[in-house]
């Protein structure tokens, strides 16, 4: 079955200590997505991609990074200077990029929980 | 300013009840789309329904339907005879056509559905 794969889905790290977050998708979607999710604060934008080996800053990238060197693959570094990287995170895909991408829905995975302590 | 409202942070309604969701939403652009996603205790959010600014028409999919008004720029969701499977948290979401990516969503509604 096609869909998004986040691992892990819980992730321990002390503070100070980058740490990759992992997605994949095998739905061939030429857009990709990272999320923030806080209690009660909805989701924020971190990073999104459109096509390989290129990305865009979301609303809140201070402290985060990404790449994309396979369609398929879009991991997400929480670096030592993100102060405040304990949340939920999702990673989206959608069908298209350019200007059809306002109207295709996102397709997510189930998320990875990091706490760092 | 480009902005989505889910005034309702939790509700709680018996089983069979039927209960709406509001959503108002912010824009200036007069080609956008609204979504409503749901996402259950599992994390994934799940894509129920795409409007467009110019389909004003209401839907409904079995047990859900969703109220578009453009003159009160709201986009409610109700659910009828809910179920427990029902309960979730709820988001409402805009993307301007025009805009370089932004899709903005709402906090958020979480729904218990009491047995």
């Known amino acids: 079955d096609g869909g998004i794969t986040q691992s892990p889905k819980y992730l321990f790290r002390k503070e100070g200590q980058n740490v990759t977050l992992s997605c994949e998708q095998n739905?061939?979607?030429?857009?990709m997505y990272w999320y923030r999710q806080d209690p009660g604060q909805g989701l924020r934008l971190i990073y999104y991609?459109?096509?390989?080996?290129?990305?865009q800053k979301g609303d809140i990238a201070e402290g985060y990074s990404v790449s994309r060197e396979k369609k398929e693959s879009f991991p997400l570094t929480v670096t030592s200077a993100q102060k405040n990287p304990t949340a939920f995170y999702l990673c989206?895909?959608?069908?298209?990029?350019?200007?059809?991408?306002?109207?295709?829905?996102?397709?997510f995975g189930n998320g990875t929980r990091l706490t760092v302590t | 300013a480009q902005k989505v409202t889910q005034a309702q942070t939790e509700i709680s309604v018996v089983e069979k009840e039927d209960v709406t969701l509001d959503c108002v939403y912010e824009?200036?652009?007069?080609?956008?789309?609204l979504f409503w996603y749901k996402q259950p205790p599992s994390g994934e959010l799940v894509f129920l329904i795409r409007?467009?600014?110019?389909?004003?028409q209401n839907e409904i999919s079995g047990r859900y339907s969703w109220n578009f008004q453009k003159s009160t720029s709201s986009f409610n969701f109700t659910i009828t005879a809910s179920q427990v499977v029902d309960s979730a948290v709820y988001f409402c979401?805009?993307?301007?056509?025009?805009?370089?990516?932004?899709?903005?969503f709402g906090k958020g509604t979480r729904l218990h559905i009491l047995p």
């Open positions: 409007r467009n600014s110019f389909d004003e």
């Open positions: 979401a805009l993307s301007e056509a025009g805009r370089d990516d932004k899709i903005i």
């Open positions: 991609s459109q096509i390989v080996n290129d990305f």
């Open positions: 989206a895909s959608s069908i298209t990029a350019g200007s059809s991408r306002y109207n295709s829905p996102l397709h």
């Open positions: 739905l061939n979607h030429d857009a």
């Open positions: 824009t200036r652009d007069t080609t956008y789309y």
